[in-house]
């Protein structure tokens, strides 16, 4: 069995691409209007545009969120310490959930 090692830089460029991608699809709609989202022969790019347009959210999850990408960032690269939250030493089942504060 293989086992990926992966670097805590390599989330500054997932990080970085997911949000070109967002920023790329937001150009394409802006420039071609309801036709991005078109599929068949007669569409933009005989709808490859529109494929590659609705798979763009994937890349924010795939490989971990944006927002955990970004928690690797600080943690690991910047050296930032992590947020202090109380319940880090108790199991699961004894943290409290849906209470109003």
Partial sequence: MRVAITHPECSLGKLASSIIARAAARVHTSLLGPAALLTGDDSPMN???????????????????????????????????????????KPFKDIPRNTVV
């Fill in 47 to 89: 709808g490859l545009l529109a494929e590659i347009l609705v798979s763009v959210p994937a890349s924010s999850i795939a490989g971990g969120t944006d927002q955990i990408q970004r928690n690797i960032i600080s943690e690991r690269v910047l050296k930032i310490s992590r947020e202090r939250t109380g319940d880090t030493d």
